[in-house]
């Protein structure tokens, strides 16, 4: 990602054209056809206008001269999570906003994508766990001292034309090519970390140690994880206490013991699910809501 400098000094490259569509003798500004928060849910996924705005505020705090292009950053940050909840072309998107070309709106959504992440990172809070244990579900009471369930999961990707990179991202778990990232989820639900981007050759025990995601845990807290995060080593040495379902080995059956725990753990983990199942359908048509 682009450093605040970085996005700064790349932003001065671009001189934009302006967004309107002809009507008519008419120039009507492509943002006031958004006219209800419905239309506006349905073409970017921003819920309505209020938090449209704070993104808009947070963005000129982060880079204050922005303002200055001709075209509006309101047109360009909708056109952005147009671009993220239903990945249309380049091309379409070139008609709907009047760009001279594929290439400029690429470049343009690229850009606005490395400034939304420099002014929306800190967006996703590290809850303390006085604040977790307030919101504790039914499900944790056997878990308390859960600080954060985590998993990897994968999103497919186009082939790389690069040799290095195809091998670096394909993913003998998906049987194509994928980037592969960890997120973590509070006991109540609320997505609390997001880990760098890797190719989906990486393994889940090798993302987990490259994140450092033990740094901002405490002695005696726990953290939950499934079967394929074999971390041991690592939680133990930092006084971490691993909670993940048991390993069947060489028995035929577990015990009840150990099947009534791979139950709970199951009922916990759920959020963790619910939460990646929400990242990779954001660009469906979900139920619109008031």
């Known amino acids: 990602m682009l450093s605040v400098e970085n ?65 509006h950053l309101r047109n360009k940050v909708i056109m952005t999570f147009i671009k993220l909840k239903h990945n249309l072309s380049y091309a379409i998107l070139t008609v709907l906003f009047k760009y001279s070309s594929a290439s400029h709106c690429r470049k343009i959504i690229l850009q606005m994508i490395d400034m939304l992440y420099v002014c929306l990172k800190d967006g996703i809070p590290f809850p303390d766990k006085d604040e977790i244990s307030q919101n504790l579900p039914i499900c944790f009471n056997g878990f308390r001292n859960v600080r954060i369930v985590l998993d990897c999961t994968e999103i497919s990707i186009q082939k790389p034309k690069s040799l290095c990179c195809q091998q670096a991202t394909y993913s003998r778990y998906k049987s194509t090519y994928t980037i592969k990232f960890m997120t973590g989820v509070t006991p109540g639900g609320l997505l ?35 079967k394929g995060f074999r971390v041991d080593k690592l939680c133990k040495d930092r006084d971490i206490t691993l909670i993940r379902p048991p390993f069947k080995k060489e028995k035929l059956q577990f015990s009840k013991e150990e099947s009534r725990l791979s139950a709970k753990i199951a009922r916990a983990r759920v959020h963790i699910e619910r939460s990646n199942q929400r990242l990779k359908v954001f660009k469906s048509d979900a139920k619109w809501s008031c």
């Open 192 to 226: 609390s970390y997001i880990s760098s981007m890797y190719g989906g050759r990486s393994s889940d025990d090798a993302i987990f140690e490259q994140s450092k995601i033990l740094d901002s845990l405490e002695k005696g807290e726990a953290l939950m994880v499934d």
């Open 7 to 71: 996005v700064e000094t790349t932003e001065k490259k671009f001189i934009d054209t302006g967004v309107q569509i002809r009507s008519g003798d008419l120039l009507i500004d492509l943002c006031d056809v958004i006219k209800t928060e419905k239309e506006l849910n349905t073409l970017t996924g921003i819920v309505n206008f209020d938090i449209l705005n704070t993104i808009l505020d947070i963005f000129k705090i982060g880079f204050p001269k922005y303002e200055s292009e001709r075209m």
